[in-house]
Structures are given as C-alpha cells and as structure tokens.
C-alpha cells in the first residue's frame, strides 16, 4: 500500500511558532537524512489523520511530497497530544535506495483458530507485538507474519522461528544465539494465569510465622 504526504516548507521556528501552528490545525514536522540538509515542514491536521489509522503509515516507505517535488521516506517519531486527539509533531526520515534501514515492523499472528494445541485448550500469548530489522528499502515488509497452527502445546516461538522476508535480518539475531528472543507461547490456561501473574509467592517458614 502506497501512502502520500504532502508537506509546505516554514521558516518561522520556535515553541512560539509550532503554538501557532497547531491552533490553525497544522503540524510542525521535520525531514533528514540521506546525507541533506534537515527541512522544517508543516502538515495539516486533518490530513495527518486520514493516515494515522493505517499500520503501513508505521512501517512502510512513503512518499513525501514538499512544494511539487517528491521523495521517499520513513517515520521515525510521532508525538501526539497527551489527552488531545492532535498529532503534534512528525519526524521523517530520508531514504537511500541504496542503505540499509534499521526500523520497526508489527508481527502478524496468524492461523491460532487452527492450531490443535489451541484446539485441545491452549491459550496463546503474544510476547512481543514487533520485531526490528535491517534491509534496503526495496526489501522493507510493511509486517512479519508468525504462524502457529503447527506450534505445539506448551511450545514457544523464538525468533528464530520467524520466516522473514528475502533480504531481511533480525537485528537482535545479528547480535548472536544469546538473542534470540521468545515471540509467543501456547499453554494452557492455568499455566498463563500463573505466568501473568508472576513468580509464586515463597511458603511461609515457621520461623517467620511466629515471629511477632
């Protein structure tokens, strides 16, 4: 899915500025990168948020459009109001078809109705939501699937289970086997309940039970 931006250079700066912005329903944003010089923009709010909805606006390339001229780019940090539904600022991110990023994507579970451990009274648990990699852009995937239909009761799902897309490495598996990280896990009910709610609680010495 391809996402357009359109943006309008500023040259007023400052927390005065970006206050006055905002109360017309524009949003300060800036774009770098790629060895150029960093541009101040502004978006319009409402545009803003005819997107935000949308995971690829997370995690894919976009096109940026600033006065008539087009350029790709990433999303790198959004901060939005903190009881507002206003976005407040973007912060965009050049691309170089030619390096390779370092960015964020979402994990997609799926086939968990067809899993027989779930069938047979397996609960699944989502450890991590995401997973970071490295790939050029060209390679970018707006998600990573995980699949566990054939993951086992009371299996874990490391990863180094995920398939990732040709092009793509895991940039916690680079570092080494020590990082392998846990993605998901099937158990049974009774066993997530005592995960969530954390270690058991030691017994009680007789020692510390008559203790005043």
Do not use: W
């Not at 996402?3 to 309008?8: D, G, T, Y």
């Amino acid at each position: 899915m391809s996402i357009k931006l359109v943006a309008q250079t500023r040259t007023e700066l400052g927390k005065g500025s970006s206050r006055r912005l905002r109360h017309a329903e524009l949003v300060p944003a800036i774009v770098y990168g790629a060895g150029k010089e960093p541009v101040s923009l502004t978006f319009e709010q409402k545009e803003l948020r005819k997107v935000e909805c949308i995971e690829a606006f997370y995690s894919s390339i976009l096109e940026l459009e600033i006065d008539g001229t087009s350029e790709q780019v990433l999303l790198k940090a959004l901060q939005r109001h903190a009881f507002k539904e206003q976005i407040q600022h973007l912060d965009l991110l050049r691309v170089d078809a030619n390096k390779k990023l370092h960015t964020t994507v979402p994990l997609h579970f799926i086939n968990e109705d067809k899993a027989e451990s779930v069938k047979n009274g397996g609960v699944v648990s989502h450890i991590v939501n995401d997973v970071e990699i490295s790939c050029l852009p060209a390679d970018l995937p707006s998600f990573v699937e995980v699949d566990l239909e054939n993951v086992e009761l009371g299996a874990t799902v490391h990863l180094s289970d995920l398939i990732l897309p040709k092009g793509v490495e895991s940039i916690e598996l680079s570092k080494g086997t020590a990082h392998d990280q846990p993605i998901a896990t099937i158990a049974l009910a009774k066993k997530v309940a005592e995960i969530e709610e954390g270690a058991p609680v030691a017994p009680v010495t007789e020692e510390e039970a008559t203790a005043e």
